[in-house]
């Protein structure tokens, strides 16, 4: 189930950074909004890929094949305090990406990893940054407080986590804009549900 990496021209490996979820789903949508402040918050090299996955299923198999290292933010009913965020690597991941199906994008992401290991391109190194999420019925919702402070924790994990494996990450001097560059962005919709 694991590949050796192969690294890029310049000696490098190829990692994947990528959110998943439903923005529309409430908690379910913590996955997006992580990746989105990941993106905003730090500087990467360029052999570092940062993507809103959504509920896109076996459309990521291209990037997740593609990827030596992936680090995987999702909100995760593990049964624990809304808001817990639990990291988990290696060969527990798929456990966890199909522990309680939340959502439709679960089953998927576990098929996603699947079809890349029948591929013989499944990620060398894998994590998942996971939150216990606290509302998943709020149809067109924002993210709940215990969620929503979950997020700063969670990019200090992905941060030390990608340390681990190597990848250079510096915090961004200047702001960027957002990875969704439309008015679903957090800042965006969280304000059209303000009031």
């Not at 991941?93 to 939340?102: D, I, L, N, S």
């Not at 919702?141 to 997020?151: D, S």
């Amino acid at each position: 189930m694991t590949s050796a990496i192969d690294l890029d021209a310049g000696g490098r490996a190829r990692t994947l950074v990528l959110g998943i979820g439903n923005i529309l789903w409430g908690d379910e949508a913590f996955g997006v909004r992580a990746v989105e402040a990941f993106h905003r918050a730090f500087e990467l090299p360029a052999d570092v890929t940062v993507l809103d996955g959504g509920t896109q299923g076996l459309y990521l198999v291209e990037f997740v094949e593609a990827a030596d290292q992936l680090l995987v933010f999702d909100a995760i009913d593990y049964g624990l305090e809304p808001g817990t965020l639990k990291v988990v690597q290696g060969c527990e991941v798929p456990k966890f990406t199909g522990a309680k199906k939340m959502s439709l994008h679960q089953t998927g992401f576990q098929e996603v990893l699947s079809a890349a290991d029948l591929l013989g391109r499944y990620p060398a190194r894998l994590a998942l940054v996971g939150c216990q999420p606290l509302d998943l019925e709020n149809w067109g919702g924002p993210l709940t407080a215990p969620v929503r402070a979950a997020i700063a924790p969670a990019l200090a994990a992905a941060r030390d986590i990608l340390a681990g494996w190597g990848v250079a990450v510096a915090e961004r001097a200047m702001p960027v804009e957002g990875l969704l560059g439309h008015d679903i962005g957090l800042a965006a919709f969280e304000r059209s549900h303000a009031g």
